[in-house]
RNA sequence: GGGUCGGUACCGAAGUGGUCAAACGGGGCAGACUGUAAAUCUGCUGGGGCAACCCUACGAAGGUUCGAACCCUUCCCGACCCA
């Protein structure tokens, strides 16, 4: 892929596209490692691309990579922000917000690019990695999130809507979206209504894709169902043996039981059997389950991408980046 | 040995003569999703045709009845109680 650089007045300028690779695939499927393989190889730097270990704090819940921040190699230069250094691989995109913090894909958008940024100009290959499939099309696809950001007064004021009230004034502005939204999607519903009331337009005309701004290689790990799930189940139990409802008490004490980190699959289980609402038995049984879901919505929302390229293992991922690269 | 309560689809659990292939929940499967995305939401779920319909089904075997998951008999299994 190429973008054209009007030069003067008659000269067009291929310029390649900066080349990055993104590992996908649902949660538990090795992509860490598979992420710090591809760096070694290749020279790269990853980024992460998860919704919850952005969050400080979620550390055993959210399968977070342990290791040291610090600068390693010619890193030194750029001390502004510090990597997590993880078996010698920087990894970026990890511990950017506090728990109680509203964060979304528009300000992952806009921190990966500037960390991406930086990675090209140390000459190195960004390798996202990550499960959470909105994040990763923000930068491959470029939607632009520019024009409505969220507005926390409106949804006060929506909240004494019904859904059916909200429904209606979208069929009334927006027929098209409103086919499109489940009427028991509260969720999606205000944030339709956000969009008609801030910019008075549709949600297909607000939304708008900006030039691709990377060449992009997107390498699933596919794997099993029936193995995926046992894998999961097997995380899960190191977590709780982990200190996982230890972790859970110390955030609740910190920052509320209604923080937004909190909503994380592991964490409002471990969160209600510290209420003392579900046995401890019942909760991890509870997580493997939602884990499972979680999966499956993973992996439907990738294998909808067919660009993306699947391997099993680390050996395959390599394989394909040094195709593509 | 005696007694009581139970045995329902992958699991839990309703149903107590027809409108029951059997509510509901879980699990499983499939899917939607551009500013909360590990979120939010939807559909399917005995088998075959995939509509009509047919077959197999409510522990087992008989029986009553026009008709039984639902009533009766015996048997098997489980829980509890008395011995």
Redesign the pocket.
């Known amino acids: 892929m190429v973008i054209q650089c009007r030069i003067g007045r008659n000269h067009i300028l291929h310029m390649p596209l900066p080349k990055i690779i993104a590992v996908v695939g649902p949660?538990a499927s090795g992509k860490t490692a598979v992420g710090i393989a591809l760096a070694r190889a290749f020279d790269g730097e990853v980024i992460a691309a998860?919704?919850?270990?952005?969050y400080r704090g979620?550390d055993i819940?959210?399968?977070?990579p342990t290791g040291e921040r610090m600068l390693g190699g010619d890193l030194k230069e750029m001390a502004a922000e510090k990597p997590l250094m993880v078996e010698g691989v920087p990894h970026w995109g990890i511990d950017i917000a506090d728990p109680d913090e509203?964060?979304?894909?528009?300000?992952?958008q806009a921190y990966a690019d500037k960390v991406i940024d930086g990675i090209l100009r140390r000459s190195h290959v960004p390798i996202i990695v990550?499960?959470?499939?909105?994040?990763i099309?923000?930068l491959i696809?470029r939607?632009?999130?520019?024009?409505?950001?969220?507005n926390d007064a409106l949804?006060v004021e929506l909240a004494t809507l019904s859904n059916a009230e909200l429904m209606a004034e979208i069929a009334e502005r927006d027929p098209d979206t409103a086919s499109?939204?489940?009427?028991?999607?509260?969720?999606?519903?205000?944030?339709?209504i956000?969009?008609l009331r801030a910019t008075g337009k549709t949600?297909a005309e607000?939304?708008?894709?900006d030039k691709p701004r990377y060449e992009a290689l997107q390498i699933g790990l596919e794997i099993e169902?029936?193995n995926l799930?046992s894998r999961i189940d097997e995380r899960v139990d190191v977590m709780i043996a982990g200190g996982l409802v230890d972790e859970v008490r110390e955030l609740r004490n910190k920052y509320g039981n209604n923080a937004?980190a909190m909503?994380?699959?592991?964490?409002?289980q471990v969160s209600e059997f510290l209420d003392g609402k579900t046995k401890l038995k019942d909760a991890v049984?509870?997580i493997?389950?939602?884990?499972?879901?979680?999966a499956?919505?993973?992996?439907?929302?990738f294998?909808?991408d067919e660009r993306i390229v699947w391997v099993h293992d680390a050996k395959g991922a390599i394989e394909t980046a040094q195709k593509f690269l």
Do not use: C, M
């Open positions: 949660t998860d919704s919850r270990t952005i979620l819940g959210t399968a977070k509203v964060f979304s894909v528009a300000g992952y990550g499960g959470t499939g909105l994040y099309r923000a696809d939607p632009n999130f520019t024009e409505v950001p969220p949804r499109t939204i489940d009427e028991d999607n509260r969720r999606r519903l205000e944030r339709a956000e969009i949600l607000t939304q708008k894709f169902r029936d799930y937004t909503t994380g699959i592991g964490y409002r049984t509870r493997k389950f939602d884990s499972h879901h979680y499956k919505r993973q992996e439907t929302w294998k909808r």
